[in-house]
């Protein structure tokens, strides 16, 4: 999820298209917080451990 986050950061400030931009920040935020809550011991979607 990060990393789409930032390929549409790139594409949108690239292209100029804002939407992109927009999605783009919202997915790189999401995915810092899963990451995060991930890294200290939270189940994440309802899972502990992904294999």
């Known amino acids: 999820m990060i990393v789409l986050g930032v390929i549409l950061l790139i594409i949108g400030f690239v292209f100029g298209i804002p939407i992109l931009w927009t999605i783009g920040g919202i997915l790189l935020v999401i995915g810092l917080i899963l ?9 994440v979607g309802g899972r502990r451990h992904y294999y």
């Open 35 to 43: 990451l995060v809550a991930g890294a200290l011991g939270h189940a």
